[in-house]
């Protein structure tokens, strides 16, 4: 038995460390030979940054298209990176777009909003399309107002396949290479009022005045990610690196999912202990009712409440209880649905602890009376601690359940977890990772619960002996 055993062991062994070395070497060989497998002459990254640069403007953004036409880039030096990239040490010369744009940005939308009025009047759809036709001259004017700029800038192209370079189009290449073209746009965003006829309008609201003038210098094909480089191996470790870092740690997204933890986690206590309080209230009331007949309407309102909670979804019990009953008498999102998953809750509640009471000899109920205690005392005493020591384990899962369940009060706006993760992924507009996040935050808690609810059980089993 011994040597079958340590032969096993040795197979098991041997199969590990060759797959732990087949890995290893893998990933090794993946990150080992990360150097370009062309090289370029100056004349050739030149030629290649200035195509690029030129190929970012579309043909409708007029100013875009201008302040493209008047940048170029002079490539001074080529050296080459581990990361299968080239670094460029470049001098840009181009026109200071963006300080033409803030110099005249009041002119810009006061003339914009002329033609709006105009085109208004004149009984013609206005949208951000037709505005920004209409003012293309007045822009280019303005365009012809920027001063010249230079500078040295360090750009770099990496190989995102054998022989295929992309420029990496970083926030500071794009707008330092093309004059401040992207500050443009936080510039139009900060005008809130135009003087029209000696007047001045707000037009916090019209949103297609501002998106004209920007898109007017828009710009396509352009992504500021940093290109994935290498084999799949290499590429899938480096989206993994810029997916996590964008979607938690980039400006504390992780923040969301942590204040939505705690959300989750106050809603579910709060909810489990109403739960529990009404659960073994209407089961003693059942209970009562089946032993001794009496309390019979108590006990019609507690069937109607349990028919009623456990014959319908959960999330429709939400948006009744909020949008129906609480929102027009002012209370919060958090309390309501506290409310409606600790009526939820207590409804399951009931069933388990009216079969655990049930479940508990009848002959306990007789030796408690024939001792002098009444009706209430023996509940107390002898019935109530064997019937919860039987539906404990029951309960604790249906704690369980219920923390499952609150997942669904991001419907009525509570910033739960899930509410976090939909934050986070409307920021960075990618689903797979704050979803999973928050499926593993669930998943780690379920398990964590149901290692304690599997100690409990065994802790009550040997009590049993």
Not at 180 to 205: F, H, Q
Not at 436 to 450: E, K
Request: proline share 2%.
């Amino acid at each position: 038995m011994i040597k079958k055993i340590s032969k096993k062991a040795l197979i098991w062994a041997t199969v590990i460390v060759v797959l732990l070395g087949l890995v290893t070497g893998l990933i090794v060989g993946s990150f080992a030979d990360m150097k370009p497998s062309r090289e370029f002459t100056v004349t050739q990254a030149e030629e290649f940054i200035n195509t690029a640069l030129k190929n970012l403007p579309k043909s409708v953004s007029k100013g875009a298209v201008w302040v493209a036409e008047k940048s170029t880039v002079k490539v001074n030096s080529v050296k080459y990176g581990e990361e299968k990239n080239v670094i460029l040490d470049c001098t840009y010369s181009t026109v200071d777009i963006a300080a033409a744009i803030e110099e005249n940005k009041q002119l810009i939308i006061n003339t914009a909003y002329s033609k709006y009025i105009e085109g208004k009047n004149a009984g013609e759809m206005q949208n951000a399309t037709k505005i920004r036709q209409a003012i293309t001259e007045e822009l280019l004017a303005v365009c012809e107002t920027a001063k010249p700029t230079s500078g040295n800038i360090t750009l770099t192209l990496y190989e995102v396949k054998k022989g295929e370079f992309v420029l990496h189009y970083s926030d500071t290449a794009v707008d330092t290479c093309l004059g401040g073209i992207l500050s443009v746009g936080k510039t139009v965003d900060t005008l809130n009022s135009v003087k029209y006829e000696g007047k001045v309008v707000d037009i916090t609201n019209n949103n297609s005045l501002r998106t004209a003038i920007k898109d007017s210098f828009k710009l396509v094909n352009y992504d500021t990610q940093k290109p994935e480089v290498g084999n799949f191996i290499v590429k899938w470790c480096s989206k993994f690196a810029y997916d996590f870092n964008r979607n938690f740690i980039e400006k504390d997204r992780w923040l969301y999912l942590v204040e939505g933890l705690g959300t989750t986690l106050a809603i579910t206590a709060l909810a489990g202990l109403m739960g529990m309080v009404l659960g073994f209230l209407v089961a003693i009331i059942r209970c009562t009712n089946e032993l001794t007949g009496k309390l019979k309407i108590i006990d019609k309102v507690c069937r109607f409440y349990l028919t009623l909670v456990r014959g319908t979804p959960v999330m429709v019990q939400l948006l009744i209880i909020y949008f129906v009953i609480l929102l027009p008498i002012g209370i919060p999102k958090f309390i309501s649905a506290v409310l409606c998953f600790g009526l939820n809750s207590g409804a399951y509640v009931a069933e388990i602890v009216r079969g655990g009471i049930m479940s508990v000899d009848k002959g306990q109920t007789e030796a408690g009376r024939s001792l002098g205690f009444n009706y209430a005392q023996t509940m107390l005493h002898f019935v109530a601690p064997q019937a919860f020591k039987a539906v404990l384990p029951a309960l604790a899962n249906e704690f369980i359940t219920l923390l499952k369940e609150s997942s669904v009060a991001f419907y009525i706006g509570v910033a739960d977890l899930t509410q976090g993760g939909l934050k986070i992924r409307s920021l960075t507009y990618s689903s797979f990772m704050p979803l999973i996040a928050v499926a593993l935050i669930y998943l780690v808690i379920v398990l964590i619960l149901t290692r304690l609810v599997g100690i409990l059980e065994r802790r009550l089993r040997k009590s049993d002996h």
